[in-house]
């Protein structure tokens, strides 16, 4: 049996997780194949939930899954964007809101401690330390350790401002302060990752300064509205694998937070070929998939699109439209 379906069958059987996915058997081209076992690959475990204005509730959900995914040998995590809480109204984002070095944020660092594994806090709500001044937040992306230390933090520098009919406005920036700059890519037992928040990721200009910077696996944990989703979500995350060739890995929140706001789903991990190689079903839980970086720089080799760029003719993309 090969080592891919091997694996979905030994992970499938008994679970107390509802909704494992499987992964996905989808073949590379046979000239960038790799002769290094799977099994040798680090595992990364990718989390869907459907938060709410109950924290400790979403703690226990993430709690859960976090704790199958060092159970199945995972090294490393990923949460959604909100994965603290989703609140109904920009007053009650703000009245939950906590700092990095207040309770919950510490219950993730036991909880690092305890499983032995990293985690990738997908959209933290946090009170900066200008938050007396501005009575504003930052969405910001925490990366811990395995010893539950907090090694990098990125904070949202695309908000997501935008009224799409049939999904109702979106206004972040009510409460919500832009970041200031970008995080250099952090090394952790996977790779290097290159730290992004869901709308980010409809900037490419974005993924390729993360790349450049020697990122080998871009994030972006989202919450997907219902309409963008079916549209956009699966298009953009394999765009942006396929133009930096990274693994791309999106934790995604799903279905309804409360009834002003539901979210699409379809957590997924793709490789830097553009294959889906791990996707969430319905509903919470999480899917697995291994992150083979002897492949990643083999295609970059075979496909040097980094060499053949020519910024002299486009380096002034990203200017805003005349």
């Given at each position: 049996?090969?080592?891919h379906?091997?694996l979905s069958f030994?992970?499938?059987?008994?679970?107390?997780?509802?909704?494992?996915?499987?992964?996905?058997?989808?073949?590379?081209?046979?000239?960038?194949?790799?002769?290094?076992?799977?099994?040798?690959?680090?595992?990364?475990?990718?989390?869907?939930?459907?938060s709410?204005?109950?924290?400790?509730?979403?703690?226990?959900?993430?709690?859960e899954?976090?704790?199958?995914?060092?159970?199945?040998?995972a090294?490393?995590?990923?949460?959604?964007?909100?994965?603290d809480?989703?609140?109904?109204?920009?007053?009650?984002?703000?009245r939950?809101?906590?700092?990095?070095?207040?309770?919950l944020l510490?219950?993730?660092?036991?909880?690092?401690?305890?499983?032995?594994?990293?985690?990738?806090?997908?959209?933290?709500?946090?009170?900066?330390?200008?938050w007396?001044?501005?009575?504003?937040?930052?969405?910001?992306?925490?990366?811990?350790n395995?010893?539950?230390?907090?090694?990098?933090?990125?904070?949202?520098?695309?908000?997501?401002?935008v009224e799409?009919?049939?999904?109702?406005?979106?206004?972040?920036?009510?409460?919500?302060?832009?970041?200031?700059s970008l995080?250099?890519?952090?090394?952790?037992p996977a790779?290097?990752?290159?730290l992004?928040i869901c709308?980010?990721m409809?900037?490419?200009?974005?993924?390729?300064?993360l790349?450049?910077?020697?990122?080998?696996?871009?994030?972006y944990?989202?919450a997907?509205g219902?309409?963008?989703?079916?549209a956009?979500?699966?298009?953009l995350?394999?765009?942006?694998a396929?133009?930096?060739?990274?693994?791309?890995?999106?934790?995604?929140?799903?279905?309804?937070?409360?009834?002003?706001?539901?979210?699409y789903g379809?957590?997924?991990?793709?490789?830097?070929?553009?294959?889906?190689?791990?996707?969430?079903?319905?509903?919470?839980?999480l899917c697995?998939a291994?992150?083979?970086?002897?492949?990643?720089?083999?295609?970059r080799?075979?496909?040097p699109?980094?060499?053949?760029r020519?910024?002299?003719?486009?380096?002034?993309?990203?200017h805003?439209?005349s």
């Amino acid at each position: 049996m090969p080592p891919h379906q091997l694996l979905s069958f030994l992970l499938c059987p008994g679970l107390r997780i509802p909704r494992l996915s499987v992964l996905c058997a989808q073949p590379r081209p046979r000239d960038m194949a790799i002769s290094s076992s799977s099994w040798e690959l680090p595992l990364v475990a990718v989390c869907q939930v459907t938060s709410t204005p109950d924290k400790q509730q979403n703690f226990k959900t993430c709690a859960e899954l976090v704790r199958e995914a060092a159970r199945l040998g995972a090294c490393l995590a990923f949460l959604p964007e909100a994965f603290d809480f989703i609140a109904r109204d920009p007053e009650e984002t703000l009245r939950l809101s906590e700092p990095l070095s207040g309770n919950l944020l510490g219950e993730y660092t036991q909880l690092a401690r305890e499983c032995g594994l990293w985690l990738s806090l997908g959209g933290f709500h946090e009170r900066g330390q200008d938050w007396k001044q501005t009575q504003k937040i930052y969405n910001c992306h925490v990366i811990l350790n395995n010893k539950g230390s907090v090694v990098a933090t990125y904070r949202k520098t695309h908000l997501c401002d935008v009224e799409i009919p049939g999904q109702g406005p979106m206004r972040e920036s009510n409460s919500t302060i832009p970041g200031p700059s970008l995080e250099s890519p952090v090394s952790t037992p996977a790779g290097k990752i290159g730290l992004a928040i869901c709308y980010d990721m409809r900037f490419p200009e974005l993924s390729l300064a993360l790349v450049q910077a020697g990122a080998e696996i871009l994030t972006y944990p989202s919450a997907f509205g219902s309409v963008t989703g079916p549209a956009h979500w699966e298009v953009l995350l394999r765009a942006r694998a396929i133009e930096t060739q990274c693994y791309v890995v999106a934790a995604a929140q799903c279905g309804r937070h409360h009834e002003k706001r539901a979210s699409y789903g379809h957590s997924m991990v793709v490789d830097p070929w553009g294959t889906v190689v791990a996707r969430c079903s319905e509903g919470p839980g999480l899917c697995l998939a291994r992150i083979d970086l002897g492949y990643l720089r083999q295609l970059r080799q075979n496909l040097p699109v980094f060499q053949h760029r020519r910024p002299d003719l486009y380096s002034s993309l990203g200017h805003p439209l005349s």
